[in-house]
């Protein structure tokens, strides 16, 4: 009995180690997804504006990756109009996906001449600094974006 009870104690100390880091490394995992998904629609957007001289507009207002994401539209999915399947597969979502008031979603918002993309209340482990790539300076700590230029990326 008292050896069971060190074997259970030994394996209790083990897991309570692994556990929180297992956790760490899934936030690490979604944060880079989310990157690299904010990245990849970059890239989809400059080779839309290379081909149709505009980016895909949202009539003023910012565009949700999820439906239901609080105060901003979803456009059908279509959230980058125009862009799927021609200049990237899917539209990606974030990985969490969909919280209330529009967190863990990724928005888009362009007037067709700019636009600003932005991973919403999502990141796990940190915030890029200032002079980071994808540091926005509006939302330092709610947000990661990339974006075409001014006005777009101090303004919106």
């Known amino acids: 009995l008292v050896e069971i009870l060190v074997v ?3 394996i ?6 692994i556990i929180p ?3 760490q490394a899934r936030a690490n995992s979604r944060d880079a997804k989310r990157i690299t998904d904010i990245a990849s629609l970059q890239l989809a957007l400059e ?3 290379n081909i149709n001289n505009v980016f895909p507009t949202t009539p003023g207002t910012w565009y949700a990756s999820e439906p239901g994401a609080g105060p901003f539209s979803n456009n059908s999915g279509n959230w980058v109009p125009g862009l799927a399947p021609v200049f990237i597969p899917n539209l990606p979502q974030d990985p969490v996906g969909g919280l209330t008031n529009g967190c863990n979603s990724y928005l888009y918002l362009s007037d067709g001449d700019a636009y600003k993309l932005i991973s ?3 990141m796990e482990t940190g915030y890029p600094d ?3 790539d994808f540091y926005d300076p509006l939302r330092p700590t709610w947000a990661v974006m990339v974006c075409s230029g001014e006005p777009a990326c101090s303004n919106w």
Do not use: K, M, Q, R
């Open 21 to 23: 880091s297992i956790n």
């Open 8 to 10: 259970l104690t030994i």
């Open 130 to 132: 200032p002079g980071d």
């Open 47 to 49: 080779v839309y504006f």
């Open 120 to 122: 919403h209340c999502a």
């Open 12 to 17: 209790g100390v083990i897991a309570s180690i």
